[in-house]
């Protein structure tokens, strides 16, 4: 389903160069549950990137589901990606002035589907996350844990083929943590959702069954989630 | 040092009236190290809102180095905020079109520090959260957890005698985590800083000698943290 390979992203401002990605080779099927981890900036928001098709590389290879990604359009890209993919920011990247209803709408608008059915299928996805009470609330009158739920139900609605999740537990509690995380399961287990997702926290890796190791731009690890 | 009796905290949108503290009653030494736990949604920012003196409580009273805090203009509140607290926001709220250094210096331009101390300051607040070789990057430059540690150094560059971090490891991994962690227990054992965060983190919890425990607005519990 997904083929990286020799993966570069390189930043460039001024006379300064970010190496954020130095050649990722890697292949991640349908159906698989990966766990992304490795320390603070050492890369993992940009391979996301990378894999959700938000940003090109500055080199290397990517494959979705058999197609080169830089060969497309980029209204052809925006339609694989939508019709593909839900994604979940790492700082959540939600729309201020829309509320929480709106905001888990927004895919849903950009596929066409007709507003009852909109409405209807994004208040099942914030109830299922535990904010079916919050859907006129905006962003800024919602707590951090709130927001992030909010942000995932956005990446449900559309019933994606893939999830990408940028540390999708960050800002909750343990309880309502381990409640999304078994949500990611079942869609995994029963219905073969892909689940790619990064973590800094070894409980929520164990969910997965592999874990992609960075550090500095460069994959130093493939292999099973950390023992207990 | 802080002493919250009936802190009352409501919002209301419309019709629609959140109430996110109900009345809650605790007193904090100088010196201490203090976590606040709770799940998503039960009040712990909106509680470090009011101890940073960011937010008015909608009823109760809230004393800082015995003195009201609702008594004060908001002149004298400001001031006394920038000689005695140190804030790592939830958000981070970093200035997007700030570089990693001016972000810092804020406080301090607050304070009418000159410029040179002040970039020296700086300079060495961010180099303690290793992020010395990031002075000129802007946030958007930066990833996840890079952006807290900028957050982190912003609050305690001006040396403030309390410490107030909301969720400060969160985007961390472990190494980097444990790493900001043990700076703030130097700064409380060995500097006399008292240390007030909320953390989902039992590991985190475990740095602090008492964990205030918050849900749905109240106060469930005060005693030690965690244990293994
Ligand atoms: N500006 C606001 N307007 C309306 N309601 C608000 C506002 N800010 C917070 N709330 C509500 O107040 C309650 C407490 O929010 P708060 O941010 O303190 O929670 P929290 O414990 O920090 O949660 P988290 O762990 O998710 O960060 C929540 O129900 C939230 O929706
Ligand atoms: N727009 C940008 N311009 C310049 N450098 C960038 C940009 N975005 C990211 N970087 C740099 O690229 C590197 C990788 O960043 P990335 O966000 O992928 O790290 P990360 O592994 O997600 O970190 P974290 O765990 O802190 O979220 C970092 O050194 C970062 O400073
Ligand atoms: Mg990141
Ligand atoms: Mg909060």
Redesign the pocket.
Known sequence: LIVVRELVRTYRMGEVTVQALRGVSFAIDQGEFVAIMGPSGSGKSTLMNMIGCLDAPSGGSYQLAGVEVSALSDEALSELRARTLGFVFQRYQLLPRQTALQNVEMPLIYRGVPSAQRRWRARIALTIVGMGE?LD?RP???????QQRIAIARALVGSPSVILADEPTG???TATGAEIMALFQRLNRIQGVTVILVTHDPEVARYAGRVLRVRDGVLIGDGPPPAR
């Open positions: 919050r609330h800024n009158q919602l707590s951090g844990g709130q800002a909750l509690d």
